[in-house]
C-alpha cells in the first residue's frame, strides 16, 4: 500500500463521507435504500416534509439520534485525529457526516458541512436564537418549540433542497489558499465517499486546480473517482491507521 507522508511541510485537507461513520454501525441513506417507513427519506429531509409533517420529520431524527448515540468512532476517526495533533493548523477536516463522531473522537478542526445531529436550531429564519447542543430523543408525537419565539424548532441538519452554510464553505475556501500559497505541499484526502453530492464531490478539482496532490480512499468506488491521483480500496478504518507516515 502507498504511504501518505505527512510532515513539517505538508498541509492537509480531509473530507470525509458516510462510509467512514458506516464503519461505526451508522446506517447510511444509501443502506436505507431511499426510504423510511416506506416514504422516500426527502419527506423527511427537506423543508417542504418538515413543513408538510413536523411530527414524523423528528420521529425520523429522534430515532437517528438514539441510534448514533449507542456508536463509537472506530480507527479511522482516530487516525485523523492523530493526523490533526501532528500538523495543526495545517489540517482541516470537513465532513458530510452528521453525527458528531469526529469531534467525539478528539477532532478539533472540524467543519460539519451538513449540520450536526444533535444539535437544534429554531425553524423561524428570523429568529435570532443560535443552534444548540440537543442530545434529546423526543418521544412520539413531540415537536420541540423555541423558547424565544415560539416557532417550531427543527434539527440543525442541512436538508435536501438547502445551500451549505457559506461560512463553512469560506472556512474550506481560507484553509486551501492558505495551503496553497503556502510553499509547502498541499494534499487533499477523501475518505468515504461517494463522490455524487457537490459541493464536496468537486473539492478534488479544486485542490489539483491549485497544484495539490488528491488522495482517494474508499471500499467502493466513487463517482469521481478518475479525478484522483492516489486510489487505495478498502475501509478507512483499515486503511487510514496505515496510511499516514508522521514525520
Not at 8 to 21: D, H, K, M, Q, Y
Not at 65 to 77: K, L, T
Not at 97 to 111: M, P
Request: hydrophobic share 40%.
Amino acid at each position: 500500500m502507498e504511504t501518505l507522508l505527512l510532515d513539517s511541510n505538508t498541509w492537509l485537507l480531509v473530507l470525509t463521507g458516510a462510509g467512514v461513520s458506516a464503519e461505526s454501525g451508522v446506517p447510511t441513506f444509501r443502506g436505507m435504500n431511499g426510504l423510511w417507513e416506506d416514504q422516500p427519506v426527502e419527506q423527511v429531509a427537506s423543508p417542504e416534509g418538515f413543513a408538510k409533517d413536523p411530527l414524523r420529520v423528528w420521529r425520523f431524527y429522534s430515532q437517528r439520534r438514539a441510534g448514533a448515540a449507542g456508536v463509537s468512532p472506530n480507527p479511522g476517526h482516530d487516525a485523523l485525529v492523530s493526523w490533526e495533533r501532528h500538523l495543526g493548523d495545517r489540517f482541516l477536516l470537513a465532513t458530510q457526516n452528521v453525527d458528531g463522531l469526529h469531534s467525539r473522537a478528539g477532532s478539533q478542526r472540524v467543519v460539519e458541512m451538513h449540520g450536526n445531529l444533535f444539535k437544534t436550531r429554531c425553524s423561524n429564519d428570523e429568529c435570532q436564537r443560535a443552534p444548540f447542543e440537543d442530545t434529546t430523543v423526543y418521544a412520539a408525537g413531540t415537536v420541540p418549540g423555541c423558547k424565544d419565539c415560539g416557532s417550531l424548532l427543527r434539527p440543525h441538519i442541512v436538508w435536501f433542497g438547502e445551500y451549505l452554510d457559506p461560512a463553512d464553505l469560506e472556512r474550506i475556501q481560507n484553509f486551501s489558499l492558505r495551503a496553497a500559497s503556502s510553499g509547502g505541499r498541499f494534499v487533499f484526502l477523501a475518505a468515504g465517499t461517494s463522490g455524487a453530492v457537490y459541493p464536496a464531490a468537486g473539492m478534488v478539482d479544486q485542490v489539483r486546480g491549485a497544484g495539490g496532490e488528491t488522495w482517494l480512499v474508499n471500499l467502493d468506488p466513487a463517482e469521481n473517482s478518475r479525478r484522483f491521483e492516489h486510489s487505495v480500496q478498502g475501509k478507512s478504518g483499515e486503511v487510514l491507521p496505515k496510511l499516514g507516515r508522521l514525520v
